[in-house]
């Protein structure tokens, strides 16, 4: 082979070899790229699994402060049952956590507290702590006897609820007929056979005292914007609109009627034969703080008494509708931790030195 063909045979051979090269760079380059790619969604996935088992972890323990919460309600409520009728003792509320938000249970009024565990060095987390006397609601099945008089009381809460007089008539009549044994509707209510069974999702009138609150929104006419607060339009313009606050903040279907007066806001206050927005503010303000015979301020009122011994004015029809102890307690508990929340929701009956579950519920 002439000199010629070796020096081609030559530059033949190297740009082959360069071609390989190049290939095998780019072989490398994509390995490395793959690799990388999933190197980087094993991390990420790991990241992930790593933030949902903190958040479980997290929400389990925040499920163990509500129900710790629990237990804080049911220690003041006990000890709530020694303290009525007394006055507030100093000493005892600069030593004893426990002491004010219980003397405030004693009486009658509503305890609302956040519970810093890492503060008392027990542990992490927060608990926040509702308790609300029950019998600061009207209790709906002591409203249904179909007498003028219960008749007149549900006007009051729906006037106070801002709801349309003009709706007032189907809505008595629609709640009678729900609660009622007979099967006869009243001219603007609603039965089974003529109503409800025809609905495009039929269901039957309970006939019978109603369950909870919220079944109110089985029966007909009341909806969503009467029960819970919202604007209801009555023509075709905007302007034919009118906005209402809503009923179910005064209602319970648990106690035995009677309004704590220590409790009951100024809205349920306004549902008493006679009292209007002027007397429900007294009422609010004079039992936030007083001063007694001795000089020393108080809060609440520990006799009907007492109470009408402050509000002379108050009308006489009514004070038998009244208490100042109650029994029956909504609570609601939500443990905190790092922003991770659980709620548990629950109505209980106290009695005899224990707690009796009525309702319960729990939330995200």
Request: glycine share 10%; aromatic share 8%.
């Amino acid at each position: 082979m002439d000199q010629v063909g070796k020096g081609r045979n030559r530059m033949h051979s190297g740009e082959s070899a360069g071609h390989q090269q190049g290939s095998a760079l780019i072989l490398v380059l994509w390995v490395l790229g793959l690799l990388s790619m999933l190197v980087a969604s094993f991390a990420f996935e790991a990241h992930i699994e790593l933030r949902l088992t903190s958040f479980y972890r997290d929400r389990t323990k925040a499920e163990y402060l509500a129900r710790s919460g629990l237990d804080v309600a049911e220690l003041l409520v006990a000890k709530s049952a020694g303290l009525q009728g007394t006055a507030r003792d100093t000493t005892k509320a600069g030593t004893d956590i426990w002491y004010e938000p219980a003397l405030q249970l004693a009486k009658g009024g509503t305890v609302s507290l956040v519970h810093d565990l890492a503060a008392t060095g027990v542990g992490q987390g927060l608990i926040r702590l509702s308790i609300t006397p029950e019998p600061a609601r009207r209790n709906i099945n002591r409203l249904i006897d179909q007498t003028l008089a219960s008749d007149e009381t549900w006007e009051r809460i729906f006037d106070v609820g801002g709801i349309p007089q003009e709706m007032w008539p189907r809505l008595i009549d629609s709640l009678y007929d729900w609660t009622d044994a007979d099967t006869a509707p009243r001219p603007d209510g609603a039965e089974t056979d003529d109503y409800y069974a025809n609905l495009e999702e039929p269901y039957q009138a309970r006939n019978g005292p109603l369950d909870t609150v919220g079944e109110l929104a089985l029966i007909k006419g009341f909806t969503p914007e009467i029960l819970q607060g919202g604007t209801l339009s009555t023509g075709m313009f905007e302007s034919d609109s009118v906005v209402m606050s809503g009923i179910t903040d005064m209602l319970t279907t648990y106690g035995d009627g009677k309004v704590n007066i220590n409790a009951a806001s100024a809205r349920v206050l306004q549902t008493l034969p006679e009292v209007d927005a002027e007397m429900a503010g007294l009422i609010v303000s004079e039992r936030e703080k007083w001063v007694d015979d001795t000089g020393e301020e108080r809060q609440g009122f520990s006799a009907i008494n007492e109470f009408l011994a402050l509000v002379p004015d108050f009308p006489p029809q009514a004070a038998d509708m009244l208490t100042t102890t109650s029994t029956e307690f909504r609570i609601t508990s939500t443990g905190d931790l790092n922003g991770v929340l659980r709620t548990i929701w629950c109505i209980v009956r106290f009695s005899g030195g224990h707690f009796t579950v009525l309702r319960w519920r729990e939330d995200d």
